[in-house]
């Protein structure tokens, strides 16, 4: 056809390009989804009866509000220790930030397992008993052993929050650093005290930065609450752990607890969620 | 040296010098801005417009010599011996009343406009929120922008933004005004109106002392110019004279 002819066609309909190799692929992992399924599926490996039974048992519901309150305890307290630690990183003074490069290396460098079975057995043994006296009494107001105060719950929260503190600190650290420094000048020009300024500005928009990243933090520790059943804490994998033991419904037990561990995400992200809709980042 | 001698200068810079480590930003700086009067500073990129401004709210120290704002002694104590660096409150409430505005206008990102022109009255000055709101809403209204009072920085031009951080300075009601830079982040069109601003800010007499490289702020708003050169004061002429007959080879 020759070129004048193409430029005086009349209007002609567009077609694009198919994607045709992508639909392929998309074919294809359909396919190994469903195979996959099916195969687990006719293998009966959860009986879905007895994972109904459980799914409700009380025992189980309490395991998951222990690790739900383990894992948010544990959140809460280490971003005030990585508060604490990110602060003195960047504070310019050596000795500050030696101890808080230190505490993030050896916190973040152990496997959470060790420290938790460390912190349930050390603490008792660096500190036989614990003392509270008043001044100008003979007898102490308070004085027990130590293994009596360190239950299960806080050797599993103290180990949780001080690991989890060493990583939310480089989050934290990340945050401040990513605030522009002229947003620091204009504040402190502005008449703000160092501490005004943190408050106003470098706070409210490290915080703003940093909501991702300890979502995905706070994920992490629910799952890693799992670890306190190591030291007998009663969160969920430990109940059903101590419930297939009994009974050998291994497979359905292990499902349930999934089951709860995937409510708790969906609860972390929610809260996620709303966080970045309430604290946009502008 | 003063112009006004019965009259205390606005801003009195001494003898100042300012050296890191190795290189000098400038040595042995001396000038007077008196009450009311705009001066620009001028010169070539790193002749240290920059770092003498940031010097004199003590954001950057000084190496040597002393600045003065409306009397006070700018950052230092001064002792028999030494001059002795203040307090952080202490440096705080002395910039309080030196108003600064910045090259990339630096308007906090999670304020509105608004926020951030009561950020100053209400967190340093502790005034009441109402009275914080009613004293923006005028300064807004001055720069042009009291329609956008609830827009974020993000949704403003850049020369929108500025006259936002102009205001947010206003609001403190500050006896010197500093500029670094007012409009070298902007394209000429939006530099227009941030320099109209400026304009109106020296005809209520408003003191200011501006780093600049925009000729239209130096030879249509500023009274004086202080022309810098390789760390020192190379000529420091009335505006109209400079421009009509400078004395210094590089400023010709």
Redesign the interface.
């Given at each position: 056809m020759a070129m004048t002819d193409r430029l005086s066609a009349p209007e002609l309909p567009i077609v694009h390009r198919r994607r045709w190799g992508a639909w392929l692929l998309g074919a294809v992992a359909l396919v190994v989804v469903v195979t996959i399924v099916h195969a687990a599926i006719r293998a009966r490996i959860v009986n879905l009866g007895v994972f109904a039974d459980y799914i409700f048992d009380p025992l189980i519901v309490m395991g998951a509000v222990n690790a739900l309150m383990l894992g948010t305890l544990a959140l809460f307290i280490a971003t005030i220790i990585g508060f604490i630690a990110a602060l003195m990183r960047v504070s310019g003074n050596p000795i500050l930030v030696a101890i808080s490069a230190t505490y993030v290396y050896l916190f973040r460098g152990t496997p959470m397992l060790i420290q938790l079975i460390f912190w349930f057995n050390a603490v008792p043994i660096m500190f036989p008993s614990i003392t509270i006296s008043l001044p100008f009494m003979a007898e102490p107001l308070v004085s027990t052993p130590t293994t009596s105060l360190v239950t299960p719950f806080l050797a599993a929260l103290a180990g949780l929050s001080l690991a989890e503190g060493a990583y939310m600190s480089e989050i934290i650290r990340a945050g401040i650093l990513a605030v522009?420094k002229?947003?620091r000048?204009?504040?402190?020009?502005?008449?703000?005290?160092?501490r005004?300024v943190l408050a106003?500005?470098v706070i409210?928009?490290a915080g703003?930065i940093i909501i991702p990243a300890a979502g995905n933090q706070y994920i992490m520790l629910l799952k890693s609450s799992s670890l306190a059943s190591a030291i007998g804490y009663l969160e969920l994998l430990r109940v059903a752990t101590d419930i297939y033991s009994s009974n050998f419904q291994v497979v359905e037990l292990l499902a349930v607890a999934a089951f709860w561990y995937l409510v708790m995400t969906a609860f972390a992200t929610a809260i996620q969620t709303v966080l970045e809709k309430v604290f946009p980042q502008? | 040296m003063s112009t006004a001698p019965e009259q205390t200068p606005a801003v009195s810079v001494v003898g100042v010098s300012k050296k890191w480590a190795a290189v000098s930003a400038f040595t042995d700086v001396s000038f007077d801005v008196p009450q009311g009067e705009v001066v620009a500073l001028l010169g070539p990129s790193g002749a240290g417009k920059s770092t003498l401004l940031r010097c004199v709210n003590h954001l950057e120290t000084i190496s040597a010599g002393r600045i003065y704002v409306h009397g006070d002694l700018i950052g230092y104590r001064l002792g028999d011996q030494a001059l002795y660096e203040l307090s952080d409150a202490e440096i705080s409430r002395q910039r309080q009343k030196i108003g600064m505005v910045f090259q990339h206008f630096n308007l906090f990102k999670h304020m509105t406009a608004l926020q951030n022109v009561m950020s100053g009255p209400v967190h340093v000055l502790q005034r009441p929120k109402a009275q914080a709101t009613a004293l923006a809403m005028d300064l807004l209204d001055k720069v042009g922008l009291k329609a956008k009072a609830d827009a974020y920085p993000s949704e403003l031009s850049g020369g929108q933004q500025q006259r936002v951080a102009i205001a947010r300075a206003l609001a403190m009601q500050p006896r010197v005004l500093l500029l670094d830079e007012p409009t070298s982040a902007l394209d000429p069109e939006l530099a227009q109106e941030v320099v109209e601003t400026i304009r109106k800010l020296a005809e209520e007499g408003q003191t200011m002392l501006i780093a600049t490289h925009d000729m239209g702020i130096a030879r249509d708003v500023a009274d004086r110019v202080i022309f810098m050169e390789g760390g020192r004061i190379a000529e420091d002429a009335r505006s109209k004279d400079f421009f009509t007959a400078p004395k210094s080879d590089r400023a010709r």
């Open positions: 522009d002229g947003q000048a204009a504040a402190t020009a502005l008449g703000m005290t160092q005004q106003q500005v409210p928009q703003r502008r | -």
